[in-house]
């Protein structure tokens, strides 16, 4: 069965950081793709980042880009999600989603969340 289990959530004033991350357990870390999204509330679920299980490459949606930073350590079977110059629309539940090799959507897995919160 396959778990993911975010961590590292919390309040934190605009300006700040903060680092999430996500424990997988269940499936073939190493040869899935990994990924970060969040839904605000009212909002639809949004993608955050992304990355390649055999190469590394990421990917970042254009409101994150150059202030979030997504990485993964393989030996450890976790997933990160550093957060910097956060901002108020940045609030939200950030959930951590497991794609593995062979599949083609982000559909499958997921955690249960962590709340973001970014005060003014």
């Known amino acids: 069965q396959v778990r993911l289990v975010e961590s590292g959530g919390g309040l934190v004033q605009a300006g700040g950081s903060l680092r999430l991350s996500c424990a997988a357990s269940?499936?073939?870390?190493?040869?899935?793709?990994m990924g970060w999204f969040r839904q605000a509330p009212g909002k639809e679920r949004e993608f955050v980042a992304a990355?390649?299980?055999?190469?590394?490459?990421?990917y970042y949606g254009d409101s994150v880009k150059g202030r979030f930073t997504i990485s993964r350590q393989n030996a450890l079977n976790t997933v990160y999600l550093q957060m910097n110059s956060l901002k108020p629309e940045d609030t939200a539940v950030y959930y951590c989603?497991?794609?593995?090799?062979?599949?083609?959507?982000?559909?499958?897995?997921w955690g249960q969340g962590t709340q973001v919160t970014v005060s003014s």
């Open positions: 989603a497991a794609r593995p090799s062979g599949t083609i959507s982000w559909g499958d897995y």
């Open positions: 269940g499936l073939t870390f190493s040869r899935s793709a």
């Open positions: 990355i390649a299980w055999n190469d590394g490459t990421t």
